[in-house]
């Protein structure tokens, strides 16, 4: 019989240990804007364009009864960074950190973790939300940056919308049109730690539309940890697509489009190679019925496969059909219904199946979902209710209801209010319900019920001045059924085993303050400040013994100034600067970052970049675990054609 852990290792070092081992490895509708490179508009231009993750329909930024910012393509490409994780540094009130060279934790309002549950992520469509611990792994999401048209970013619940698991937030990631992305394009970059390549060229099809295609591959050396040890860490990912889009007659369209890839990271504990890797393929077709009227159909299809040496093995496919219809009703009533159907299927193993395995190891599961939304103006349109709720069907917990009311009212074109009430749910997991942890000593119950949150927000945007604006938004949520282990269900001993339960609540307070400066046409300037306050609590008489520790593992405050400067024709340069605060439990100090990208355009085709990340500090530590994120230096090229 094997030896078991004593209760003191278990409570100091399980959910590090067993949770974060296995973390080591998220639908738009049609009528997505059109590309727009919003480094050029004015501050009233950029106040009001169109946004679709709100309501899956456009709307003006200014008037969206949400916590929403747009980070557009232009600024990604400006920065010089490399990974989607990255991007979502640039957005006010996401916390980011990032662990070692592949792995990240990243969600909005609070509850970080490698495994992060809250966040519900998309990219063109397609769901990048996984069924193993509701969450994403970000070393596998990625794609050629240069094609990204823009990054809606939703703090907040979204569930009546986007489903399940948009607890605390929405990511939605559109990419640019075959059409918007034509030509040839070849960048390199090398660095001190990172080297990278990327391919892509566009063309048309006929008169029946347009196509892309692209290749990209990066190798990062290994982080370093405390004390300047290797942390044996390196990793690479090769990663490949396409997007197809036709225009079809009875003004029909339809897009499809996919990718491939595949990475390596090594193991730091035993240095063998972790694999991960997988393919997807997205088929969208929609029809315009008139002004106010449009139906859309949209398929995907997601295989991946990815083995942790130490822990487990997961091969999973999955499999989504949903249909949406947006009408006009007696000229008041935008309404959107739909539905859904997803399942996916896993095998997921361990490695030694005394120390971890899934019991069972194969495991279908299916959800159904239907959803409504009347979006009513008011008073001219100054007044813009918006009522809707989601239904979904899951082989976990069964009925789900997730319903939000908003409202946005508009004072005049420079001023507005909103505020919104959201119900939103986590549904369980692979891990919460079928984990079993070193023969027992921590084991899953199907009993375990979906996380929940009621969560009132009130939110004021003002185009203060033709240079100056500001978008405020505060936050109150309180959660229920949070997830903890508890070793009450056997035996009144004070040994293990523990059992994954429903074992707290919790309430989370804020807000987040985004100002944005643009005195001349070459110049912006964007700060921002968010703050959460999360205190949760196990319920009286439990003994969860981990509830107790979730709540301070997110910053407090964070403050983000961005600075884009066109000196002229040929250079020009963006400064992020991000000042995070201490993460208690994590034993991380609070710390300052400064990126910096110089771009010089030799010709219109030709360009040169050097970008600089975390400038002022040779290392420093963004979350556990003992690695530290040093400061590197890049420089590429960059030729279109």
């Given at each position: ?310 822990t487990y093995s997961e091969d999973r ?230 509830i107790r520790d979730n709540d301070e ?89």
């Open positions: 019989m094997p030896h078991l852990p004593s209760k003191t290792m278990i409570n100091s070092q399980l959910t590090r240990v067993v949770i974060g081992a296995l973390a080591l490895h998220t639908s738009l509708i049609s009528a997505q804007p059109s590309t727009v490179d919003l480094t050029g508009l004015s501050l009233e231009e950029l106040m009001n364009i169109d946004v679709v993750s709100v309501s899956k329909q456009r709307e003006p930024l200014q008037q969206s009864a949400a916590a929403v910012f747009v980070l557009d393509g232009e600024t990604i490409r400006r920065s010089g960074i490399t990974s989607i994780p990255e991007a979502l540094r640039l957005v006010p009130g996401v916390q980011v950190a990032r662990i070692d060279s592949h792995t990240w934790a990243i969600t909005a309002r609070g509850f970080n973790s490698t495994v992060g549950d809250k966040l519900e992520v998309l990219m063109d469509g397609r769901s990048l939300y996984t069924p193993f611990f509701s969450g994403v792994f970000w070393d596998a999401q990625d794609t050629l940056l240069e094609d990204i048209d823009r990054i809606e970013v939703i703090r907040g619940p979204g569930a009546a919308l986007w489903g399940a698991n948009a607890v605390n937030g929405v990511v939605n990631i559109v990419t640019k049109s075959a059409a918007e992305s034509q030509g040839g394009f070849q960048q390199l970059g090398v660095g001190e730690s990172e080297r990278y390549a990327a391919w892509r060229y566009g063309g048309n099809l006929g008169n029946a539309g347009h196509y892309r295609a692209y290749a990209k591959t990066n190798h990062h050396d290994a982080e370093e940890r405390r004390g300047s040890a290797d942390a044996d860490d390196k990793r690479k990912h090769e990663q490949a697509g396409f997007r197809m889009d036709f225009q079809l007659p009875d003004n029909d369209r339809l897009t499809v489009q996919g990718d491939i890839y595949q990475g390596q990271v090594n193991n730091a504990t035993n240095n063998e190679l972790e694999e991960t890797e997988g393919h997807n393929v997205i088929a969208r077709w929609s029809r315009q019925h008139g002004q106010h009227s449009a139906t859309e159909v949209q398929f995907y299809f997601d295989k991946t496969f990815r083995t942790n040496a130490e496919k999955s499999f989504d059909l949903e249909l949406e219809h947006r009408f006009l009703f007696l000229d008041q009533h935008e309404i959107i219904i739909g539905g859904g159907y997803y399942v996916t299927r896993d095998d997921v193993r361990g490695i030694n199946p005394v120390i971890l395995r899934f019991t069972p190891a194969r495991r279908t599961d299916e959800t159904w979902n239907l959803f409504i939304q009347d979006q009513i103006d008011l008073m001219s349109d100054q007044l813009r209710l918006t009522f809707g709720v989601k239904y979904e069907n899951n082989d976990y917990t069964g009925d789900e209801v997730q319903p939000s009311m908003r409202f946005s009212y508009t004072i005049d074109d420079r001023n507005t209010v909103w505020g919104a009430v959201s119900r939103a749910v986590r549904i369980p997991n692979r891990l919460d319900h079928n984990l079993v942890v070193f023969n027992g000593v921590l084991i899953g119950d199907s009993a375990f019920e979906s996380e929940e949150v009621l969560a009132y927000e009130l939110g004021y945007r003002s185009i203060v001045s033709s240079t100056f604006s500001l978008d405020v938004a505060i936050f109150y949520n309180e959660y229920d059924k949070l997830r903890g282990f508890t070793d009450d269900f056997l035996s009144p001993s004070t040994l293990p085993p523990y059992k994954v339960s429903n074992e707290g609540e919790g309430v989370s307070q804020g807000g987040e303050l985004v100002l944005r400066w643009q005195p001349s046409e070459n110049l912006n300037l964007l700060v921002s400040q968010s703050y959460v306050d999360l205190d949760v609590e196990r319920y009286t008489g439990s003994n969860d013994v981990n593992n997110d910053p407090t405050s964070q403050t983000s100034v961005m600075i884009g400067w066109d000196i002229n024709k040929q250079w020009s340069s963006q400064l992020n600067a991000r000042y995070v605060g201490a993460l208690d439990d994590q034993k991380v100090d609070a710390y300052t970052a400064v990126d910096l990208s110089l771009l010089w355009r030799i010709t219109k085709d030709l360009e040169l970049g050097l970008i600089g990340k975390n400038l002022f500090d040779p290392q420093h530590a963004e979350f556990g675990g003992g690695n530290e994120i040093q400061r590197t230096v890049n420089a590429q090229v960059t030729w279109r054609f």
